[in-house]
Antibody, heavy 122, light 109 residues
């Protein structure tokens, strides 16, 4: 079965930190960029960050720059998101997703994990 | 940042009918757009990439079209499982500044 499984979400106070994890199984992990995408309650999707196959290139949405850090461990087929200085507006379900972009022309986020809820209380 | 605007926000369609969803980009993005379906309480699922190429396993009743700034997702002969929220996403500046539209909810009429 192709799976991405997130963990690490929970309730945290504003200003606090949280580390999310995402573990892959049944799919190629090391050959693809990986992303975090979030969805605030009742809202749309927002791309948060992504990381290159070897971890040597990373990009972030402006609203999390300097506060969030994306990383990966290819040996463990795992993706991480370290979230510091959390704000109420970071409250969301956080999904990890594989970037399916390839030389054969595929594109888009596929597959997605089931998501983990992060709630930041103010 | 490229802004993606979807319309309408909600679309009411009868089962067996046809749905036409629109997505407009704030600047030309060539064909660098993907479409996703999200059912309540579930993760999104990739439907279309490259504006018109169906992802693996996606039924032929889903089709995408457009280029530049105007894009369309069409769903012919709507099935009960197709009632969901649909999002467009651009990757023109990949790997940076990836953005989604606000979504269109397709509901039963």
């Amino acid at each position: 079965d192709v799976q991405l499984v997130e963990s690490g979400g929970g309730l945290v106070q504003a200003g606090g930190s949280l580390r999310l994890s995402c573990t892959a199984s049944g799919l190629t992990f090391t050959t693809h960029w990986m992303s975090w995408v979030r969805q605030a309650p009742g809202k749309g999707l927002e791309w948060v960050a992504n990381i290159k196959q070897e971890g040597d290139e990373k990009h972030y949405v402006d609203s999390v720059k300097g506060r969030f850090t994306i990383s990966r461990d290819n040996a463990k087929k795992s993706l991480y998101l370290q979230m510091n200085s959390l704000r109420a507006e970071d409250t969301a379900v956080y999904y990890c997703a594989r970037d399916s972009r390839s030389f054969s022309g595929e594109n888009g986020f596929d597959p997605w994990g089931q998501g983990t809820l992060v709630t930041v209380s103010s | 940042e490229i802004v993606m605007t979807q319309s309408p926000a909600t679309l009411s369609v009868s089962p067996g009918g046809r749905a036409t969803l629109s997505c407009r980009a704030s600047q030309s993005i060539r064909n660098n757009v993907a479409w996703y379906q999200q059912k309540y309480g579930q993760a999104p699922r990739l439907l279309i990439y490259g504006a018109s190429t169906r992802a693996t396993g996606i039924p032929a009743r889903f089709s995408g079209s457009g280029s530049g700034t105007e894009f369309t997702l069409s769903i012919s002969s709507l099935q009960s499982e197709d009632f969901a929220v649909y999002y467009c996403q651009q990757y023109n500046d990949w790997p940076q500044r990836l953005t989604f539209g606000g979504g269109t909810k397709v509901e039963i009429k």
